[in-house]
C-alpha cells in the first residue's frame, strides 16, 4: 500500500492510515500523560484537603470521589467501544478494530475498581461490602461482559482477526446492557421492597462537586491517555505480525 | 496527615487500590509496547522491509 | 416459505439421526435438580422455595451447553457457506434454525419437568406457572445462543466462550423467567414478570436471527 505524499494526506487518511495515525498522534502522549498528572493532583488536594466531609457519611464520601470516575468510565469506555464496533462494522475504518481491543482491557479495570470503590464505600455507611443493590449488580454484570470480550479476542487465534465479530457481540452486548438494567432493578425491588437510601443523590453542594468533576475529569483524561498508547502498541504489534508472515512466506 | 475520621482505613484502602492498579496498568502497558518494539527491532535487523517501503 | 420450513426439516432430521443429543440434555437438566438437594439438603419447604430458581439454571446450563451444535456441524461439512449462499436470505436461515434448535432442546426440557417438580417439591399451581415460563423464555434463550454460537463459530474450540459470553446477556430472561414462575409477597408481580419474559422473548427471537448472520457473515473473512 504505497501513498504519494506531494501534498499533506487528507485528516480522514490520517486518522485511518496506521503510520499516519501513530505519526501524529506520538506528539499527543507526553501532554495527555501530563494533564492527566496535573488533574490528579489538583482532584487529590480537593478530595482530601479542600472538601468537607459529609454530614451524613463523614469523612467516608471520600471514596466517592474516585468511586464516581470509575463506574462513569466504565460505561463511557463501553460506549466508545460500541462506536468503534459500528466503525468496525459499517465503514470497516481500520482503526475501529484496533480501538475496541485497546479499550476493552481498560473498561474491565475500571470497572472492577468501581466494585472495588464501591465495597470499601458500602462497609461503613451501610454495614455489609457486597449488597445486590441496582447499581452494584449491573456494574458486576458489565464487568463479565467485558470480560467476556476479552476472552473473545484472546480465543482468535489470529490476532489480527476478529475484530468484526466481536464488534457484532458488542454491539450485542450493548443493546442488552439496558434491559440488564432495567430487569436488575425490577428484580430489587421485588427483593428489597424498602428502598435503600442511596447518598449519590441529587443534591450536592459545591464544594463536593468540585472534586468529583476534577476527579471525574481527571480519570478520563488518564482513559484516554491509556488508550491512546495501547493502541500504538497494538498498531504496532499488527505491523509485526505480518512482517513475520511476509518472512515465514519468503522461506523456501 | 489530616484526620479521616473513624473509618480512616477503608478510605485510605480505596485510593490505595484504585492508584495501585492504575500503576500496576500502566507498567503493563510500558512494558508491552517495549516487547512489541523488541520485536520489531528484530525484525527490522533481519531485514524485513515493508512491501510498502521496498516500493 | 417452502426454503425455511426445509432447513427446520433439515436440522430436525439430522439431529434425529445422530440421536443421543437431546437425551444427553434432557438428562443433565434432570440431574442438576436431582444434584441440589445433596447439596442443600432435602427440606421441602426449602426446596419448594428455591425450586423455580434452581429448575430455571438447570434450564440455562442444559440450553448453553446446547447451543455449540447450532451451527458448528454446518460449518465443519461445508453446508453454511452453502445456505449463505442460497437463495433464503441468512437471516431466515438462522431463524429455521432457531426454531429447530428449539424444538430439540427446549421442548425435551419442558416435557422432563414434572421429575424436576416432583424432586423438588413444587406445588402443582406452581407448577403450571413453571411450565409457562420456561415456554416463553427458552425462546429468548435459544436466540441469545444462536448469536452467541454465531460468534464463536469461526473458532475451533469456540464451544467452551460461548456459553461464557451468553451468560451475563440472558439474566433478565432468568430475572424474569424466575419472577414468573414464583415473584414473592408482591401481588401481581408474577403476572407482569411473564409480560417482560415474552416482550423479552419476542424482542430477541427478532432481533438474534439478524445479529447472528452478521456475525456468520464477518466470520468468513
Known amino acids: 500500500m504505497s501513498f504519494e505524499t506531494a501534498q499533506k494526506p487528507s485528516w480522514f487518511a490520517r486518522l485511518a492510515h496506521p503510520g499516519q495515525f501513530l505519526a501524529w498522534t506520538r506528539p499527543l502522549l507526553i501532554p495527555l500523560a501530563l494533564l492527566s498528572a496535573g488533574l490528579f493532583a489538583a482532584g487529590m488536594y480537593l478530595a482530601m484537603f479542600a472538601s468537607p466531609e459529609d454530614y451524613q457519611m463523614g469523612d467516608t464520601v471520600r471514596i466517592m470521589y474516585i468511586h464516581v470516575p470509575n463506574a462513569w468510565l466504565s460505561q463511557f469506555v463501553y460506549a466508545l467501544m460500541a462506536v468503534s464496533a459500528i466503525g468496525s462494522l459499517v465503514w470497516r475504518h481500520p482503526m475501529a478494530d484496533v480501538s475496541m481491543k485497546a479499550a476493552a482491557p481498560l473498561g474491565a479495570v475500571f470497572t472492577a475498581l468501581a466494585l472495588y470503590t464501591g465495597a470499601l464505600w458500602g462497609r461503613p455507611t451501610w454495614g455489609t461490602f457486597w449488597e445486590w443493590d441496582g447499581r452494584m449488580t449491573s456494574t458486576l454484570v458489565l464487568l463479565l461482559i467485558y470480560l467476556g470480550i476479552i476472552a473473545l479476542w484472546r480465543a482468535f487465534e489470529d490476532p489480527l482477526r476478529g475484530g468484526r465479530v466481536v464488534a457484532v457481540f458488542t454491539l ?52 484516554l491517555t491509556l488508550h491512546l498508547a495501547s493502541m500504538r502498541t497494538e498498531i504496532r504489534r499488527r505491523r509485526a505480525v505480518s512482517l513475520e508472515r511476509q518472512r515465514a512466506a519468503a522461506q523456501p | 496527615m489530616i484526620d479521616l475520621g473513624p473509618h480512616a482505613v477503608f478510605i485510605v484502602a480505596a485510593y490505595l487500590g484504585v492508584f495501585v492498579a492504575i500503576g500496576v496498568l500502566i507498567a503493563l502497558i510500558v512494558l508491552d509496547r517495549r ?21 | 416459505m417452502n426454503g425455511f420450513l426445509a432447513v427446520i426439516g433439515r436440522d430436525l432430521r439430522l439431529s434425529l439421526r445422530t440421536g443421543g443429543d437431546a437425551l444427553t440434555l434432557v438428562l443433565f437438566f434432570v440431574m442438576i435438580g436431582i444434584l441440589v438437594p445433596f447439596a442443600i439438603g432435602p427440606d421441602a419447604r426449602l426446596l419448594a422455595r428455591l425450586a423455580p430458581g434452581i429448575v430455571w439454571i438447570a434450564a440455562f446450563l442444559a440450553m448453553l451447553l446446547g447451543l455449540d451444535r447450532l451451527f458448528r ?21 438462522v431463524g429455521a434454525k432457531v426454531i429447530a434448535h428449539w424444538t430439540l432442546t427446549a421442548l425435551p426440557l419442558l416435557c422432563a419437568s414434572p421429575i424436576l417438580a416432583i424432586v423438588l417439591a413444587m406445588d ?29 463459530v469461526a473458532l475451533r474450540r469456540g464451544g467452551l466462550i460461548a456459553p461464557v459470553l451468553i451468560l451475563p446477556l440472558a439474566i433478565p430472561v432468568l430475572i424474569f423467567g424466575v419472577g414468573a414462575i414464583a415473584a414473592g409477597p408482591v401481588p401481581g408481580a408474577a403476572d407482569s414478570a411473564l409480560l417482560l419474559l415474552a416482550a423479552l422473548s419476542v424482542l430477541l427471537v427478532g432481533l438474534c436471527p439478524f445479529a447472528a448472520a452478521l456475525a456468520l457473515r464477518v466470520s468468513e473473512d
Open chain 1, 172 to 223: 450485542l452486548g450493548a443493546l442488552n446492557i439496558p434491559i440488564i438494567k432495567f430487569s436488575v432493578d425490577w428484580w430489587n425491588t421485588l427483593h428489597q421492597p424498602a428502598s435503600v437510601f442511596r447518598p449519590d443523590g441529587p443534591r450536592m453542594p459545591a464544594s463536593i462537586l468540585t472534586p468529583l468533576l476534577v476527579m471525574t475529569l481527571a480519570f478520563t483524561v488518564l482513559f
Open chain 2, 35 to 55: 516487547r512489541v518494539e523488541k520485536r520489531l527491532a528484530r525484525l527490522e535487523a533481519q531485514g524485513v522491509r515493508r512491501r510498502s517501503a521496498a516500493g
Open chain 3, 73 to 93: 456441524s454446518d460449518a465443519e461439512d461445508g453446508s453454511l457457506m452453502l445456505l449463505q449462499q442460497a437463495q433464503m436470505p441468512l437471516e431466515a436461515v
Open chain 3, 124 to 152: 402443582f399451581p406452581t407448577f403450571v406457572r413453571c411450565l409457562v415460563a420456561l415456554l416463553v423464555g427458552t425462546p429468548a434463550l435459544v436466540a441469545l445462543g444462536a448469536v452467541g454460537a454465531a460468534v464463536t
